[in-house]
């Protein structure tokens, strides 16, 4: 069975950091691009990063870029969001999820639980 | 930036009906980059269709889509109580280079 498990999510002050991971099994990790996708409390999901199966291209929303970094492990089937100066409007649930392809182009099809973020002071 | 308005924002059905829901784009959108979700509260979202109308494995095909250009369109034939949630469409665009989803169609029963 394909799995994601995310981790790494708490409550911070505003302006600081925490990293997030996911751990992938149940299928190849190499083979797939992945995402990460938030979603605040009540709202919407969005977007925030996606990375190809061998990290040679990355995107990131608007709203992140130059915040939050996107990196995976292969060695590990583990994918990371690494987030600084993070702000109030960060809060949210943020989803590990697993490409359709190679690229992150791709959707999503498999999807983890989620791990929640809380910024505030 | 492409937006993706969905309409409408919520669709209040009965069991055994016919839901329809639009997704359309502020600018032209691949069709193999045009994806559906559904989101059960609680639950995280559940890929239902691919590339505008390739149902992923395990969906009924009570479900279906279909569109081009700016418009795309979700149909559930016959609305089953477990259908009753959430659905999000996605698309991805190359300029600027992202993901982007709608504000979603809340499907609730009546």
């Known amino acids: 069975e394909m799995q994601l498990v995310e981790s790494g999510g708490g409550l911070v002050q505003p302006g600081r950091s925490l990293r997030l991971s996911c751990a992938a099994s149940g299928f190849t990790f190499d083979d797939h691009a992945m995402h990460w996708v938030r979603q605040a409390p009540g709202k919407g999901l969005e977007w925030v990063s996606g990375?190809?199966?061998?990290?040679?291209?990355?995107g990131y929303a608007d709203s992140v870029k130059g915040r939050f970094t996107i990196s995976r492990d292969t060695a590990k089937s583990s994918l990371y969001l690494q987030m600084t100066n993070l702000r109030p409007e960060d809060t949210a649930l943020y989803y590990c999820?697993?490409?359709?392809?190679?690229?992150?182009?791709?959707?999503?099809?498999?999807w983890g639980r989620g791990t929640v973020v809380s910024v505030s002071s | 930036e492409i937006v993706l308005t969905q309409s409408p924002a919520t669709l209040s059905l009965s069991p055994g009906e016919r839901a329809t829901l639009s997704c359309r784009a502020s600018?032209?959108?691949?069709?193999?980059?045009l994806d559906w979700y559904q989101q059960k509260h609680g639950q995280a979202p559940r890929l239902l269709i691919y590339?505008?109308?390739n149902r992923a494995t395990g969906i009924p095909a009570r479900f279906s889509a279909s569109g081009s250009g700016t418009d795309f369109t979700l149909t559930i034939s016959s609305l089953e109580p477990d259908d009753f949630a959430v659905y999000y469409c996605q698309q991805r665009s190359d300029s600027p280079p992202g993901l982007t989803f709608g504000g979603g169609t809340k499907v609730e029963i009546k």
């Open positions: 999820a697993k490409a359709r392809g190679v690229d992150w182009n791709y959707g999503m099809d498999v």
């Open positions: 590339d505008a109308s």
């Open positions: 990375i190809n199966w061998n990290s040679g291209s990355i």
């Open positions: 600018q032209s959108v691949s069709s193999y980059f």
